[in-house]
């Protein structure tokens, strides 16, 4: 038996340990890693998998911070006043000697390390017959898939897009097994072993997974579609094509359609959901804040909804010419007389809460993959691979199903990218979609709630400005001084 188990950073200093309890259905604590003994039983490693995706729903993770790195980033939403967190993340006003900037680092290792165990545990359990092997290779592909989503991100979040410099730029700490503290106490790979390791885990994954629906879990198509993302991402358009035509021609998964798409988002386990976590009130997460961020922030009619953070100018002026664009009917105008909060301002009416569940607008089900990205990924890999009559087939089904009066394009590239821009507002994918291929951010001078926030707010930015990556922050280098820091921020 392992002796101790160490996550990268800790918040506060702490060292984490093992959870040895006697029955593991009491509540794990989530600064912890269950040890081997744990899991006795298959019933015990299902517990330990859906733990897994605990801290990826909570308002740290997709429940609402990754969501402001990709879209406040960039140019979609932003806050509606000058204060709070929302501005840091807004004008990229990061100082690595300031905090841990949002515990991503710290997060995402507790739940790789988490996943470690296991991969390293796991296939010791007893299992009789298919139906058993089937499902602990089941869980055992979980692991793989949702530790290849934490080290992508974190490739995303610390290091440079892969396009930029072919990888060579500094990326996670890569730790396979769970380890002790001083064989833990590695430096950072770079973005290239870092995809390496993504990819070999996705690999792993498809071959264990199940094909059927496992709403709010990994299953084949959503490793499957993670493989398109990340071949797209590193340029491998021949593959990001195959992978994602697979999902969008064999899966169980199909477009929202025309009529239900405003309704999709408060429905839960719809087709359009490849990746969907569950949020449900009897979750081991802080009723008050756990869940609410983005979508208590983003909401306006109703008196306790935070109404902090609205679409910007920008992305409003992308439907103006499409009137019957399904999507641009998620923009409500809160008039200043008769309006719920009577701001006068434009708010983002997307995320309605869990209908499904009778929940308000503060509990929704974040959707980490949708199968419009496997269509949106296939025209782009199509158009890259000289397949220009799939590329504008695939868009075309997306524009259509959006407006049904639109008319057929051609698919061109910043026509791809003006769609990813309109359809996926508030999942967190605008900023990356812009850094991955060298472009630049350009917020608009003209939108009244536009500003300039400190002295190194960037109007306009692309690949080469350095605090397109987070800073690894002082408290994190003191306890931890083999993490090299990224360029242009502070040792």
């Not at 496992?214 to 991402?233: D, E, K, P, S």
């Not at 407006?403 to 900023?431: S, Y």
């Amino acid at each position: 038996m392992k002796k101790f188990i160490f996550s990268i950073v800790i918040a506060a200093g702490m060292v984490l340990g093992f959870s040895s309890c006697e029955g593991f259905l009491d509540r794990m604590p989530t600064d912890s890693v269950v040890s081997e003994t744990a899991m006795a039983t298959l019933y015990d490693a299902g517990v330990v998998v859906n733990g897994l995706y605990t801290q990826l729903k909570y308002y740290t993770m997709y429940g609402s911070w990754w969501a402001y790195m990709g879209d406040m980033r960039a140019d979609n939403i932003y806050p509606r006043q000058v204060s709070g967190t929302g501005n840091i993340f807004y004008c990229l006003d990061y100082d690595s000697e300031a905090n841990t900037y949002f515990g991503f680092w710290n997060t995402y290792y507790n739940v790789i390390m988490r996943a470690n165990s296991i991969i390293e545990n796991i296939e010791t359990l007893p299992a009789s017959g298919a139906a058993q092997i089937a499902q602990r290779n089941d869980y055992l592909g979980q692991a793989h898939a949702i530790r290849a989503l934490c080290y992508f991100d974190l490739a995303r979040l610390y290091g440079y897009p892969y396009l930029k410099d072919n990888g060579a730029s500094l990326g996670a700490v890569i730790l396979e097994t769970v380890a002790s503290p001083s064989e833990a106490r590695i430096p950072r790979k770079t973005v290239a072993d870092t995809y390496a390791l993504v990819q070999k885990d996705l690999e792993t994954a498809v071959g264990l997974l199940s094909k059927q629906k496992n709403t709010g879990h990994f299953n084949y198509w959503a490793a499957r579609l993670l493989q398109a993302r990340v071949h797209l991402y590193k340029g491998e358009y021949a593959n990001a094509y195959t992978c994602a035509t697979e999902v969008i021609n064999n899966s169980p998964y199909k477009l929202a359609t025309n009529e239900e798409y405003l309704e999709y988002w408060g429905r839960e386990g719809h087709d359009e959901s490849v990746l969907e976590l569950l949020v449900t009130v009897d979750s081991d997460i802080d009723p008050d804040g756990g869940f609410y961020t983005i979508y208590h922030n983003m909401w306006f009619d109703d008196k306790n909804a935070g109404g902090s953070v609205i679409p910007t100018l920008k992305w409003r002026n992308l439907f103006k010419n499409t009137p019957n664009d399904v999507r641009g009917k998620m923009i409500a105008y809160d008039d200043p007389v008769t309006g719920a909060r009577q701001s006068g301002d434009y708010w983002l009416r997307k995320f309605i809460g869990n209908k499904d569940r009778v929940y308000t607008f503060r509990r929704n089900n974040p959707r980490v993959m949708r199968i419009t990205e496997a269509y949106l990924i296939a025209a782009e890999a199509a158009l890259e691979t000289n397949k220009a009559s799939d590329a504008s087939n695939y868009l075309n089904r997306i524009r259509k199903r959006a407006d049904p009066t639109a008319a057929n394009v051609t698919a061109t590239l910043d026509l791809i990218q003006l769609e990813r821009q309109k359809e996926f507002i508030g999942e967190g994918h605008r900023f990356f979609d812009v850094m991955r291929r060298g472009g630049t951010i350009t917020r608009d001078p003209n939108d009244p709630h536009e500003y300039a926030v400190g002295s190194g707010y960037k109007q306009s930015f692309s690949w080469d400005y350095e605090k397109i990556v987070l800073p690894i922050s002082h408290t994190e280098r003191l306890l931890y001084p083999e993490l090299q820091q990224n360029p242009g921020y502070k040792d």
